[in-house]
C-alpha cells in the first residue's frame, strides 16, 4: 500500500480490511504486556507503595489461612498417632441432677465387650495434695487425687517420663504418681528414692511422673494413686468415676453404642460417653472459625490496597495525558489504551499479591517451625490471594483505564 | 493504491459548540499530492491545530470530507481510523513525546507499535529510519541524554519508520534554537526529496518560505495558497525507495 510497499513485512502482520477498507490497529499482547508494565518501570517507588496495602492483604490472608491450615494439621497428626479408638466413660448426673455413680463393677463389665481391647479407670477422691506437709491447707493448687488402674498410662496414650507407674506391689501402698502439670507445680521434674508429697494428711512417696496426656487432659494435673491405696489411706469407696477403652477400630461406634448399658445396666442414662480425639478433630475444626476475624482484617487491608491502585492509576492517567494521546497518534484504538491501563492496574495488584503470597508464606514457616508444626500452605489461601488480587487491580483500574480511553486526543495532546 | 492525492480536504468545517459558537475552520479544501513538500502558515488562532487534528484524523470535521489515501475518514469507525493513523500518518509534534525510559531505538520502534509488527521487524525498520535522520550512532541513547535537535530527528524518525504516505509536522522547529531547527527543516528537506509526503504547521513565514507550496490560513480560511508544484516531477520522486 502506497509508500509502505517497500516494506512489506511491517505491512504484513496488518489484516488488511475485509471491505477494501484500511488495516486496523493491532498490538502484539507481549509489546501490550511491556508497555503495561511501564508505569511500573518508570515510578518503582510509586508501584511499590501502592502495592504495598494489596501485599499487606494477600500477606495477611496466607498467613491465617497457612498457620490455622498448619496448627490443624499439627493437630490431626497428634490424634492419628494418639488414635481414634478411645472412648471414655464418665459418671453423668441422675435425674434429678445429683452427680450419679459408676458401679464398681463396670470397668470389669466393659472388659467383657468382644472388640474392646484394654480398659483402664480412674476414681476422684476428696484428698489434697501438698508438697510438704508446712503448705497452708488453702494451696491445693487446684490438684486432684484419683484412684487409677495399673493400666492407665498404656491406654491413654501416655508414658513414664521419669520413675515408674504403678504396679501391682506399689496400688496397695501409699506410692503417687504425677500428671505431667501436678508435677510441675508440686516443683518436681525427677524422681529420687523416697521423695514424698503430704497426700490426704499421709506421706507418700513419688513414684514417677507421665507425660502429657492428649486424649485425657484430666489427667494432666492429677495426682494418682492405686486404687487399694485410696481406699486404704485416703477413704476411697472404690466406684471409678472415669472409665477410658480402647475399642478395635472397626468397632468404636458399635462400642460406644453398648457402653453405657454395659457400664450402669441399671440406670443407662447416668452415664456420659465421650470420644476425646472427636472432641480434638471438633477442636481443629472450630480453629478455622475464629479465622474469621483475621480473614476479615485482611480483607479490609485489601479494599485499601485496592483504594490505593485506583487513586494510583487515576494518577497516573492524568499525569500520562500526553502519552495516552501520542499513543493514539501512533494508532492506538481506545481499546488498546483501556487494556494497557487495565493491564498496569492488574500487574501492579498482581506483584502486591505475589508479594503478600510471599511474606504469608515466611510468616507461617517462621511461626510453624518455631512451634514444630509442620508448615502447610492450603492451595486455597494463595489461588485465593492471588485471585482477589487478580479480582482488586481489575476493579480498581477499570474506571482509571474507562477515563484513559474516553479522553479525546486532541486533549491529551493538548499541552497544559 | 492509484496516485491519487494523498490528502484531501474538501470544504471542511469545524465548529466549537460555545454561545456564539467557535468556527475554527470555514470551508477548508486543498489537497495534497504525493512527494510534496506544503507549509501550512497561520498566525496563533487561525486554526492550525485544528487542521493539524482534522487531517491526523485525531479529530472529525462537523462538516466537509476529509479523504487520507483516498479512504473518507467519515466512513471509518475509531478503529479503522487507528489503523489508518498507525499505517498511513506519521506526527512529528513539537513537544518530541518521546518516551524517556526507552532508548532512541525503542522509541522509533514504538511508530510501528500499533501495526502489529513483530519486534525484530520494528527494530531493523528503527535502525534504518534512525540511520536516515542521522542518528545511527545514538540508537542506545536515551532521550535525555539527547540534544534537542537529536530528540527532534528521533521523533522524525519514529514518524517515517512505518513509510506513512504523510507526514503532519506541528511546529517541528518550535522547541529549537534558530541554528537547530535549520538542519531540522534541512532533513525534512532531504526526506521529502528521497520521496517522503510532508506538511509542515507552522507560524513563521520565513520557514513557510523554504517550502516548495505555502498555504495561508487566517481565521479558520484558507487566504492564499502558491499552488502544486509540477506533479511529474514529485510522482518520479515518489517512486524512489524513502530509505536508502
Given at each position: 500500500m502506497s509508500a509502505s510497499d517497500d516494506h512489506p513485512a511491517a505491512v504484513a502482520a496488518l489484516t488488511a480490511h475485509p471491505n477494501g477498507g484500511p488495516a486496523v490497529g493491532h498490538l502484539r499482547s507481549a509489546d501490550m504486556l511491556r508497555i503495561a508494565s511501564i508505569g511500573l518501570r518508570t515510578r518503582r517507588v510509586r508501584a511499590a507503595l501502592s502495592a504495598l496495602g494489596i501485599a499487606i492483604g494477600v500477606a495477611a490472608i496466607v498467613a491465617v489461612l497457612g498457620l490455622s491450615a498448619s496448627s490443624s494439621a499439627n493437630l490431626l497428626t497428634e490424634i492419628s498417632r494418639l488414635g481414634t479408638n478411645l472412648l471414655e466413660v464418665t459418671n453423668g448426673q441422675t435425674l434429678f441432677g445429683q452427680t450419679a455413680e459408676l458401679p464398681e463393677a463396670a470397668p470389669a463389665m466393659i472388659r467383657r465387650i468382644g472388640p474392646v481391647e484394654s480398659v483402664a479407670s480412674t476414681g476422684s477422691t476428696s484428698a489434697s495434695v501438698y508438697r510438704s506437709r508446712l503448705i497452708p491447707a488453702i494451696n491445693t493448687n487446684g490438684l486432684s487425687v484419683d484412684a487409677a488402674s495399673t493400666g492407665l498410662p498404656g491406654v491413654v496414650g501416655s508414658h513414664v517420663i521419669a520413675g515408674s507407674y504403678l504396679n501391682a506391689a506399689t496400688e496397695t501402698e501409699p506410692v503417687a504418681v504425677l500428671g505431667w502439670q501436678a508435677a510441675q507445680l508440686l516443683g518436681i521434674d525427677r524422681i529420687y528414692p523416697g521423695e514424698r508429697i503430704w497426700l490426704g494428711g499421709t506421706w507418700f512417696y513419688v513414684a514417677g511422673?507421665?507425660?502429657?496426656?492428649?486424649?485425657?487432659?484430666?489427667?494432666?494435673?492429677?495426682?494418682?494413686?492405686?486404687?487399694?491405696?485410696?481406699?486404704?489411706?485416703?477413704?476411697f469407696d472404690g466406684h471409678p468415676t472415669t472409665i477410658y477403652l480402647r475399642a478395635q477400630n472397626n468397632a468404636v461406634n458399635a462400642v460406644h453404642n453398648v457402653l453405657a448399658a454395659t457400664a450402669d445396666p441399671e440406670t443407662p442414662s447416668n452415664v456420659d460417653v465421650s470420644n476425646p480425639s472427636a472432641a480434638l478433630q471438633a477442636r481443629a475444626d472450630a480453629q478455622s472459625a475464629l479465622n474469621g476475624l483475621f480473614l476479615g482484617l485482611g480483607a479490609v487491608s485489601l479494599l485499601v490496597g485496592a483504594v490505593g491502585v485506583a487513586n494510583i492509576m487515576v494518577i497516573s492517567v492524568l499525569e500520562r495525558?500526553?502519552?495516552?494521546?501520542?499513543?493514539?497518534?501512533?494508532g492506538a484504538t481506545r481499546g488498546h489504551i483501556r487494556a494497557q491501563f487495565l493491564s498496569e492496574a492488574v500487574?501492579?495488584?498482581?506483584?502486591?499479591?505475589?508479594?503478600?503470597?510471599?511474606?504469608?508464606?515466611?510468616?507461617?514457616?517462621?511461626?510453624?517451625?518455631?512451634?514444630?508444626?509442620?508448615?502447610?500452605?492450603?492451595?486455597?489461601a494463595w489461588a485465593g490471594g492471588l485471585g482477589a488480587a487478580i479480582a482488586i487491580g481489575a476493579i480498581a483500574g477499570l474506571l482509571p483505564a474507562l477515563r484513559a480511553a474516553r479522553l479525546s486526543p486532541t486533549d491529551a495532546l493538548r499541552t497544559v | 493504491m492509484t496516485a491519487g492525492p494523498v490528502l484531501e480536504l474538501d470544504a471542511v468545517t469545524k465548529r466549537y459548540p460555545a454561545q456564539p459558537p467557535v468556527i475554527a475552520l470555514d470551508e477548508v479544501s486543498f489537497e495534497v499530492a504525493r512527494g510534496e513538500l506544503v507549509a501550512i502558515v497561520g498566525p496563533s488562532g487561525s486554526g492550525k491545530s485544528t487542521l493539524l487534528h482534522v487531517m491526523g484524523t485525531l479529530d472529525r470535521p462537523s462538516e466537509g470530507t476529509v479523504r487520507i489515501s483516498g479512504f473518507d475518514v467519515s466512513q471509518l469507525n475509531d478503529r479503522e481510523l487507528a489503523g489508518l493513523r498507525a499505517t498511513e500518518i506519521g506526527f512529528i509534534f513539537q513537544q518530541f513525546f518521546l518516551a524517556e525510559h526507552a532508548s532512541a531505538l525503542e522509541n522509533v520502534g514504538d511508530g510501528l507499535l500499533y501495526t502489529g509488527a513483530p519486534a525484530a521487524v520494528r527494530h531493523a525498520a528503527a535502525a534504518e529510519a534512525l540511520d536516515s535522520v542521522g542518528l545511527a550512532?545514538?540508537?542506545?541513547?536515551?532521550?535525555?541524554?539527547?540534544?534537542?535537535?537529536?530528540?527532534?530527528?528521533?521523533?522524525?524518525?519514529?514518524?517515517?519508520?512505518?513509510?506513512?504516505?504523510?507526514?503532519?509536522a506541528d511546529e517541528p522547529t518550535g522547541n529549537l534554537d534558530s541554528a537547530t531547527g535549520k538542519t531540522i527543516l534541512d532533513l525534512l528537506d532531504e526526506l521529502n526529496r528521497a520521496g517522503a509526503t510532508i506538511l509542515v504547521i507552522t507560524h513563521d513565514h520565513e520557514i513557510a518560505d523554504r517550502m516548495p507550496r505555502q498555504v495561508e490560513l487566517r481565521d479558520g480560511r484558507i487566504v492564499a495558497d502558491s499552488g502544486v508544484a509540477p506533479s511529474g516531477q514529485m510522482m518520479r520522486a515518489a517512486r524512489e525507495p524513502l530509505v536508502r
Open positions: 511422673i507421665l507425660s502429657a496426656a492428649t486424649l485425657a487432659p484430666e489427667i494432666d494435673s492429677s495426682v494418682l494413686v492405686g486404687f487399694t491405696a485410696a481406699e486404704r489411706y485416703l477413704g495525558r500526553s502519552e495516552i494521546g501520542l499513543r493514539r497518534a501512533l500487574l501492579l495488584s498482581l506483584v502486591g499479591g505475589a508479594v503478600g503470597i510471599g511474606l504469608g508464606v515466611i510468616a507461617t514457616a517462621i511461626y510453624a517451625s518455631a512451634k514444630h508444626e509442620p508448615v502447610v500452605i492450603p492451595a486455597s | 550512532q545514538r540508537a542506545r541513547f536515551r532521550p535525555p541524554q539527547l540534544s534537542g535537535g537529536e530528540r527532534q530527528r528521533v521523533a522524525i524518525a519514529r514518524a517515517l519508520v512505518g513509510h506513512p504516505a504523510i507526514i503532519l
